[in-house]
């Protein structure tokens, strides 16, 4: 019998709903984990044994999740359907839920985190606060709106870019990135970048995440602290409901994240993701309920649980692939734990590359200053073996 005939008649004996979720990375692998608490397996579709949710779930199933067919396989027997990241077609989100799946987010919503066009054009109609930006189809369309708002822009992949990919900044004689339907924003001087995690359910309700700060080194996340040091209650609060606003209007079901930029008059919305997100991996330990929880309670339409922290500071420092060399991971984590018994590490069973994220290490305390700098040596210890 296979493993995932017998998780489904093991599902069907506790009387427990089934969740899928499409895509096999370190997302649906948390997810996985705060299932188990929910007594659930999460059945999740990979696209390789390889993947780091296969490695450990029991439920699997391959295939591709730009394949109908195989998303259509994929959900039989399942109560719901959610995702670990924005790639499946939108047409195919719509075909699975016009053939009586149960989708959360639902393709009308998933569409602003796939689409940085509709994003734009969709927040900009609810009055979202938002840089400056513009469709550019030719360099004419660059140089004009470059001129209007100031050198350098920043230009964006409409669809498909993700940690720095697809996201160039351009100056007047520069080419445009060849064969990429794009928009260019305006340049924004900001103070900081913040990010705000709110969960809805189908029902409608709500439940905001403290508001953190986001580093960022190259295009990637290098650490998340919570709460974001220094913001004024006022604007904290103001993010929180921008957040729950946004949720609302898009009709969101599950987590969204909304990464912002804090400027001298206010905030500006970046980006979104409907789904679990790196700036919310600090909740696993740091929050009363993680977002991995929280989203499948969500998309379940379960109660929403706690999102009050569970220290005074928090940080979450990613752990990148290093060099090749060096001593095991394995020994880097006996001598992390021996010399740091607080560090929390989640690996995510990825093969290394230098660059590549391979995990992350959450850190509690009372003072900010000392645990960033704990977060921080944890995980340069991790990735370098120095």
């Known amino acids: 019998m296979s493993a995932a005939r017998l998780a489904s008649e093991m599902d069907t004996r506790t009387g427990l709903p089934v969740v899928g979720m499409v895509g096999g990375g370190q ?24 993947d780091g949710a296969a490695l450990v779930a029991a ?38 839920a016009a053939s009586g799946v149960v989708v959360h987010p639902g393709a009308d919503a998933l569409v602003y985190a796939q689409d ?8 900009s109609a609810l009055g979202a606060p938002a840089p400056r ?66 969960a809805r359910s189908p029902f409608g309700q709500v439940a905001a995440y403290p508001v953190v700060e986001t580093v960022q080194r190259d295009g990637i996340c290098v650490e998340v602290l919570a709460p974001a040091p220094d913001l004024l209650p006022a604007r904290a609060v103001a993010a929180q409901q921008l957040a729950i606003d946004i949720a609302t209007a898009l009709g969101v079901v599950g987590m969204l994240a909304v990464e912002l930029f804090e400027v001298d008059g206010g905030l500006i919305v970046n980006e979104l993701a409907m789904r679990p997100h790196n700036s919310g991996h600090w909740t696993i330990e740091g929050a009363r309920t993680s977002q991995f929880e929280q989203h499948l309670r969500a998309v379940l339409d379960y109660p929403m649980g706690g999102t009050a922290l569970t220290a005074p500071a928090v940080v979450m420092a990613n752990v990148l692939g290093g060099q090749p060399g060096g001593i095991s991971i394995d020994e880097r984590l006996h001598h992390l734990f021996a010399t740091d018994p607080g560090a929390k590490v989640h690996l995510y069973g990825k093969q290394v ?7 992350h290490v959450t850190v509690l305390g009372d003072d900010m200053d000392e645990v960033r700098a704990r977060a921080a040596r944890a995980a340069r210890w991790l990735q370098e073996g120095e």
């Open 133 to 198: 930006w513009r469709p550019i189809s030719s360099a004419e369309d660059l140089r004009a709106f470059g001129d209007e708002v100031g050198w350098p822009v920043v230009a964006k992949a409409v669809r498909g870019g993700y940690d720095g990919r697809g996201v160039w900044m351009l100056s007047p004689d520069d080419p445009l990135p060849p064969g990429v339907e794009l928009i260019a924003e305006e340049r924004v001087a900001l103070r900081r970048e913040l990010a705000v995690q709110v």
């Open 116 to 123: 940085k066009r509709a994003m734009r054009e969709r927040l």
């Open 353 to 359: 590359r230098p660059g590549r994220k391979i995990g």
């Open 27 to 50: 997302l649906a692998r948390m997810t996985h984990q705060a299932a188990i608490a929910l007594g659930q397996s999460l059945r999740v579709l990979a696209s390789s044994p390889e």
């Open 59 to 96: 439920d699997v199933q391959y295939g591709d999740h730009t394949d109908l067919a195989a998303l259509r396989t994929f959900a039989k027997g399942c109560d719901v359907v959610t995702f670990d990241h924005e790639h499946v077609p939108t047409e195919a989100v719509r075909e699975l």
